[in-house]
């Protein structure tokens, strides 16, 4: 064999190998396809000279992570990755990208400016840009469809999927996988006289224009009609034109545009966030075991983490207060994963490995070997105490406990115990399969490495961490209080239920606030209110507007009516609900005033952005992105704007200080004003 290394060039290395180069990229963690690396790649393509064909792979765990986002703010300087795909393209011999670990957004463009690509079983391949409020920019709206069809593609593209390389093989965007070593089985595969093939100069296939457009509308409906969504599905339309050039050019300038445009600073504020998110300042420990889990209570809750430990690989042992119980959980727990596999979402591999890795308890002693055990009774202080005293009398020391509590306090509820350092919260959101969100709750006493464990979880999940400290409704619950306050207080002085909601809806929200109450059930609210009623201050402003609806039978979509009637699915605002918001008025001494949509969505927010930043004076939430991360992935909050202190910080800081000083004016007595400035300056710097 004949090897020798060539000049490296910054973040690439070139070994030549019989005839081959091997373009190395190393540009750790992830090789990001910054401008070192696409400069070290031009040059090493256009430095080649005679050869019989290269590959490109990555060092370390990944082809190429993506971009390097960072970039994206400001000019990209020289080579920009076209510049790249047009050396690949315009060598004399074929290029083929060996694919392990990631290869998203240009990453992937990259390997379908490739010649061939071979990809590990398991690689995951994507163009996650209108994630980001973008398009692909680098040719991924045209080269892709030429390899699977413009329906495949619309779908990859707009819903920013990452598929595995076995599922990329039979798309035809892979040309074969590698079981064995990779660069071997790239260098075999070149060594088989592979033909120049240019992806670019491929023919679409014809798929039938019907089930295009279905499959195009589907994706704009799904993509909420966003106009980087809008885009990317008319570049995929275009990719059957034959004049490829005029095309790439357009799909290059809208990139171009939509970059610098406020989603994408949006979206990729949201991107930093969410990674930071998972990590906490000065904390080294490292995560306790956790290869099982033991859930006690098998509930809404306990059943929807049970469902997402399942299908993250971790058996579960189920607790119910006895036999009936627990059949009745544990069936639901079945049927449910025959229904997920009916829809062709488990394999039957999968769904049997499920299934095994599931058992049930009716006493706690029998899941002492887990090392996990989260509890999801009832919310009731005198079911929640002596479970946990139970708990840590009977499990061995180093389990960690957590608790699902939603509202509780948890250093009271552990005050006693003397193990409550292994106590943490894990506050799991509706439905816990589902639901992204997952608020790691760090008690007074809680260790430093059960906090890790709680962490460790949350990415073993596939959920997205907050760290909170204890408070009431910890940090998206209290947001999510305040919120809903103002906007029943904006219905007592004058706005319709349905017009808050249209302001919300307009302003990105999946569902105004009246219309979410409808669907969770107005009687935990009522509950509560009931419970607080002694303490409350008299003469703090009181909505008694859900306590009649409550009365009068009205819970929400599960009894047919509550802020809306439902004679159908539909929400139809009521006449009778109006008759009561009327009452109230009149009870209160209130002459309703119009409001405007512009001044709902403004309180709205201000009210979020002032409990916020008295979150972060208290040392709930660690810092000012963390809020903007559970707002958008846990309370519907439009991705596209960022999150509440994210979108308060674009704002002019006049307006915003006018915002609350009517938020003051409109809450009255018992408000407390935050160091909204402050916050948004700290979000800023
Ligand atoms: P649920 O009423 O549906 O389920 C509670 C289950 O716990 C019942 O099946 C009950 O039989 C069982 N249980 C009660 N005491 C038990 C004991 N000592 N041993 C074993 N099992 C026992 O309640 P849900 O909605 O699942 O709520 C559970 C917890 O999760 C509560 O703390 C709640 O605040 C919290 N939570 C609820 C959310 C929701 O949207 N429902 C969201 C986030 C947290």
């Known amino acids: 064999m004949n090897t020798h290394s060539a000049p490296s060039h910054g973040a690439v290395h070139t070994e030549i190998r019989d005839g081959i180069a091997i373009l190395t990229i190393d540009n750790p963690p992830v090789n990001a396809g910054s401008h070192a690396v696409r400069l070290g790649l031009i040059k090493a393509l256009q430095g080649a000279g005679d050869l019989r064909g290269a590959v490109l792979i990555g ?3 990944s082809f190429v992570a993506g971009s390097d986002l960072r970039e994206f703010g400001a000019p990209l300087a020289w080579p920009e990755l076209p510049d790249v795909i047009a050396a690949c393209e315009d060598a004399p011999f074929p290029v083929v990208a060996a694919i392990h670990g990631v290869a998203l957004g240009g990453g992937l463009e990259l390997a379908l400016g490739c010649d061939y690509r071979i990809a590990t079983p398991d690689a995951k391949l994507g163009l996650p840009e209108v994630s980001l409020g973008m398009v692909p920019g680098a040719g991924g709206t045209q080269r892709l469809p030429r390899l699977t069809g413009r329906i ?14 076995i599922r990329a093989e039979a798309l035809g965007l892979v040309d074969a996988l590698a079981d064995g070593d990779l660069l071997e089985a790239a260098l075999e595969f070149l060594a088989q006289d592979r033909p120049k093939r240019v992806v670019a100069q491929l023919t679409v296939p014809d798929e039938g224009s019907a089930a295009l457009k279905a499959a195009c509308d589907k994706a704009l409906k799904k993509g909420r009609g966003r106009p980087n969504v809008a885009e990317a599905i008319r570049l995929v339309q275009a990719a059957a034109d034959p004049d490829v050039a005029t095309v790439l050019a357009d799909e290059r300038a809208v990139f171009q545009r939509l970059r610098l445009e406020p989603d994408a600073f949006a979206l990729r504020h949201l991107f930093f966030s969410e990674r930071r998110a998972g990590s906490v300042d000065g904390l080294s420990a490292k995560p306790r075991a956790l290869a099982s889990v033991g859930v006690i209570g098998g509930g809404t809750m306990g059943q929807g983490i049970a469902r997402a430990c399942l299908a993250a690989g971790l058996p579960v042992t189920l607790v119910e207060r006895d036999a009936e119980a627990l059949e009745r959980s544990l069936t639901a727990l079945r049927d449910a994963l025959d229904a997920r596999h009916a829809r062709g979402r488990l394999t039957d591999a ?3 490995a499920q299934k095994a890795a599931l058992s049930g308890a009716t006493d706690v002693a029998d899941i002492a070997a887990c090392d996990l055990v989260i509890e999801a009774v009832f919310e009731e202080l005198s079911v929640k105490v002596p479970l946990l005293e139970q708990l840590d009398r009977v499990l061995p020391e180093n389990v960690v406990i957590g608790t699902n509590t939603s509202y509780l306090d948890i250093n009271a509820m552990v005050a006693d115990l003397p193990g409550k350092s292994r106590v943490l919260g894990l506050h799991f959101f509706s439905p816990a399969d589902v639901m992204k969100l997952l608020e790691v709750v760090r008690a007074e006493a809680t260790a430093d490495d059960v906090l890790a464990t709680g962490l460790a979880l949350a990415k073993k999940l596939g959920k997205q961490p907050v760290v909170a400290r204890v408070a009431e409704g910890f940090i998206g619950n209290r947001i999510y209080a305040a919120y809903r306050r103002r906007a029943e207080l904006l219905v007592l002085d004058g706005a319709a239920p349905e017009t808050v909601d249209a302001a919300a809806a307009e302003f990105g929200f999946a569902m105004g606030p009246f219309a979410v109450s409808d669907l969770s059930g107005l009687d935990i609210a009522w509950a509560m209110r009931k419970r607080q009623a002694a303490t409350r201050d008299p003469n703090a402003r009181y909505v008694s507007i859900p306590d009649r609806l409550c009365e009068g039978g009205r819970l929400g979509r599960k009894t047919g009516a509550g802020w809306y009637d439902y004679p159908e699915k539909a929400p139809v605002p009521s006449g009778a609900v109006a008759d009561i918001i009327r009452e109230a008025r009149a009870e209160a001494g209130i002459t309703p005033e119009p409001v405007t949509a512009d001044t709902i969505q403004r309180q709205l927010l201000i009210a979020m952005i002032n409990e916020a930043a008295l979150l972060l004076a208290e040392g709930v939430a660690q810092r000012p992105s963390d809020i903007d991360v559970t707002l958008a992935n846990g309370y519907g ?21 006018a915002d609350l000083d009517q938020l003051e004016r409109g809450i009255g007595h018992g408000f407390t004003r935050g160091p909204v400035a402050q916050t948004l300056a700290a979000l800023k710097g």
Request: hydrophobic content about 50%; aromatic content about 10%; charged content about 15%.
């Open 350 to 352: 999968a769904l049997a």
């Open 152 to 165: 495949a593609a619309v779908e990859m593209i707009c819903g920013a999927t990452r598929v595995p390389g």
């Open 637 to 657: 909050f439009p991705r596209w704007k960022g999150g509440p202190l994210w979108w308060a910080a674009q704002e002019n800081p006049e307006q915003i200080a």
């Open 59 to 61: 060092a370390g765990r």
